[in-house]
């Protein structure tokens, strides 16, 4: 039965250009929520942390930020996301505030994609009642959480507190949904940060291994985000309708 695929990533990283060199290779797609006012004018390069003089690190790896004009080429053919300008947490600012900030970065991207942008991933997956009205109103299509669904048509309720099926790590989930998605002809959803797989061959050939297997599944289509939200949201609208 064929089902479908979808992917996202956050933070606009350095090493979103490997992992965006793959997702060309096997034809994949995907969405990048990207906060353009953490990017400056050049690139830093990722690195590993020196204990004592570094602050925030994961595990140990720094990682490089790309530079506001390496936007356009990076994501070439990539949907591009909302994650506010700088990153900022629902209800650590005005919710006033924070709204314009995820449409600061939206509006920024919309001018670099040349496309509207309707998609927004959480900072640090955190959303307050406010600010998910605020962010149905203001017009997007969905705002991922870090939340997980068993099955993503079936079990999000609330696109505007979107869950995925797994993080990419969790590969026993990502490969007991990816499985229950193919059964059911629904939708798997995986998400991440490309830093997580630091400079570790192992990760990186992890991932491609599963983009590999995915590109010679001829039951899986890619899709992108916004796309699966629209079949959640239409799903929804159909069982409000229906009941
Ligand atoms: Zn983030």
Redesign the pocket.
Known sequence: MKFKVCTCW??GVVNDIRLAGLFRKYGAKATF?L?PGLLKEERTESRWADPLHDGWACRGFCTGKLALRDVPEVYAGFELAS?CWR?ENAGSIPDADWIKAALDARHWLEDVAQKPCLGF?W??GISTPGTVAALRAAGFAYGRSTKTADDVLRDNPEPMTLKSNCHFQDTRRFWSCYKAARESGGVFYFWG?SYEMMDYDRFWEQMENALRYIAEDPDAEWIDVVDAARLVSARNAGAAAGA
Do not use: E, I
């Open positions: 956050d933070d929520n906060n994650h990153h991933a900072p640090c940060h």
